[in-house]
């Protein structure tokens, strides 16, 4: 469904719609790199678009009746696109501590291309296409990405998992391996950031750390993922609230990150090409389908009915009869169906009234009067037989003038 904005809002609209598919090309290609080398160059710039596409849900809710705008514009479909923009600015809260633990931080970014649809919604728009392709398309659209999401979540909290306890596995028989001795264990291994012995916190040199914030910012960090393995028993919480095992090592998920942005990109790239197929290949297929019917109205609104005569013809059996079958197409069906409703047999293409006295059967050198009276009574009579099909042609022949007096009443 086509929501209108406010009549004052109409510019602001018409500006963020020729705005909108740039931001949703740069975010998507942002949202690719964030799974290769080049994820430090692109943070910042996708919180920035992120944040635009709060601004952007936030003036569109404005402009547009609220509940027409959430519920039949896919007010919603912005809503979940606009997450990350949302949690950037929840950054630090409980409730984004929530959503850390349960691990669905994938999902919050893999969301973001729900925006790819808009892109196709947008232009769309912008060249007046049909509403229907538009809202078909977006269901579609909307439904796999959601499915994908799904699988997100599934690949967050299981495949990633493994793949961490699969590191554990190696790094506590390494420990054994070594007679449990930690400051081995770290001459072994190059990927420990620290580790603690006691409740106490060691550089990789054996210096200890007093710095906490470093310890902070490292497991915060978002270029790169880091895991805390328990080599004993018990955690400990230093005074600026970290949460670390007494006896343990921190390190870098390098390998697990290099294999998780490889499923990533997989599942993106799968994704995109998913989209791309359907906005484009399924719109070819309903926009034809909607030809049809755009044809049938013009050509009744129009009261010409030559181009619909014309189309159908194709459609005629051997019999050279437009008859609707079982199992066929159905918009196939209504063209067929408008075809015979228009048709000379039915229509006539002049007016009904006339076309019920025969008039046109009659030899034009006998139109001489006298067959007046002959026409009046067999326009009673017909009258009679076929009442229904003049309140047809009435109604059909007054609807035009019926909507645009509703219209300009509306307007007052």
Avoid at 46 to 72: H, Q
Avoid at 135 to 153: A, H, L, P
Avoid at 290 to 314: F, G, R, W, Y
Avoid at 361 to 367: A, D, E
Wanted: proline share 2%.
């Amino acid at each position: 469904m086509l929501v209108e904005p406010r009549e004052s809002f109409k510019k602001v609209i018409k500006i963020l719609d020729a705005i909108n598919p740039f931001l949703i090309i740069i975010s998507i290609i942002g949202l690719f790199c964030e799974y290769t080398a080049l994820k430090g160059f692109v943070l910042t710039p996708n919180k920035v678009i992120s944040v635009i596409f709060v601004i952007d849900f936030a003036i569109r809710m404005i402009s547009f009746n609220p509940k027409l705008y959430f519920l039949n514009g896919y007010g919603w479909v912005d809503l979940l696109a606009s997450l990350p923009g949302i949690f950037f600015f929840l950054d630090n809260t409980p409730l984004l501590s929530i959503f850390k633990i349960i691990k669905v931080g994938r999902f919050f970014k893999i969301i973001r291309i729900l925006r790819f649809l808009r892109v196709f919604n947008f232009l769309k728009r912008m060249k007046t296409d049909s509403v229907w392709v538009q809202d078909r398309i977006m269901k579609i659209g909307v439904s796999i990405v959601m499915i994908y999401v799904v699988g997100i979540i599934v690949i967050d909290n299981k495949v990633v998992t493994s793949l961490v306890e699969r590191e554990t596995r190696i790094l506590e028989a390494q420990y054994y391996g070594v007679n449990y001795s930690v400051g081995d264990l770290v001459d072994l291994r190059n990927d420990i950031q620290f580790y603690t012995i006691d409740s106490v916190i060691y550089y990789p040199d054996g210096s200890i750390l007093n710095d906490h914030t470093k310890v902070i910012n490292l497991l915060k960090s978002e270029l790169n993922n880091y895991i805390e393995i328990n080599l004993g028993e018990g955690f400990f919480t230093t005074k600026d609230g970290i949460k670390l095992p007494n006896n343990g090592v921190v390190i870098s998920q390098n390998k697990v990150t290099q294999y998780e942005n490889y499923i990533m990109l997989a599942l993106l790239t799968t994704l995109l090409l998913i989209l791309t197929l359907i906005i484009f290949y399924m719109g070819y297929v309903f926009a034809k389908d909607v030809q049809i019917l755009q044809l049938i109205i013009d050509s009744l609104e129009a009261n010409d009915t030559m181009l619909l005569k014309q189309e159908a013809e194709i459609y005629r059996d051997e019999n050279g009869e437009l008859k609707v079958l079982n199992n066929e197409d159905e918009i196939i069906s209504l063209l067929k169906a408008c075809s015979n409703y228009v048709s000379e047999e039915s229509y006539n293409s002049g007016d009904v009234l006339m076309d019920l006295t025969n008039y046109d059967n009659i030899n034009s050198n006998n139109r001489d009067g006298s067959d007046i009276e002959g026409l009046i009574s067999n326009l009673e009579y017909k009258i009679g037989e076929n009442n229904n099909l003049i309140v047809e042609d009435t109604v059909k022949r007054l609807t035009p003038a019926i909507i645009k007096y509703i219209k300009k009443e509306l307007k007052h």
